[in-house]
C-alpha cells in the first residue's frame, strides 16, 4: 500500500519533470514512464486490495466459527431461554457486519495511513527542513 502510495506521489512528480523537461528527454520517453508509474500504482493497489479482501474474509471466518462454537457449547438454559430464531437474526446480523463493515473500515483506515505516510515523505523530500535533515551550507 505505501509503495502503491509513493508511486501515486511520484507520477506527480514525474509529471512536473516532464513540463520542466528536467531529464531531458523526449517527450516519448516521458509518457512511457508515466504510463509505467501507472501500471505499477494500479496493480500495487490491486494487490493491497485483493489481499485486504482475503484478509479480511479470513478473520470473518474466524469470528464467526469461534461465535458458533461458543453458542453450540452454551448451557442448555442458554437455549431455552433464546428461541431459534432470534439466534439465527444476531448471527445473520452479525456476519453481515463482520463481511461488510470492519473490513471496509480496516481497509479505509490503512488506505488513510498510507496516505499519510507517503505525503509526509513527499514533503520530507521537498522540504527537508519539515523532517530535520536540513543542513545549512554556512
Known sequence: LIVSQIAGIF???WLSWWVDNTLGWDNRAYIVGYILLGVVQSVLAWVYLSQAS?????????LFKTALSSVLYAPMSFHTANPVGRLMNLFSSDVNQLDNGVSGSVQAFFVLVGIAF???LLISVQFPL???????EV
Request: glycine share 14%; aromatic share 14%.
Open 118 to 120: 507517503s505525503t509526509f
Open 130 to 136: 519539515v523532517s530535520g535533515t536540513y543542513q545549512s
Open 11 to 13: 507520477t506527480g512528480v
Open 54 to 62: 482475503f484478509t479480511g474474509l479470513r478473520a470473518s471466518d474466524n
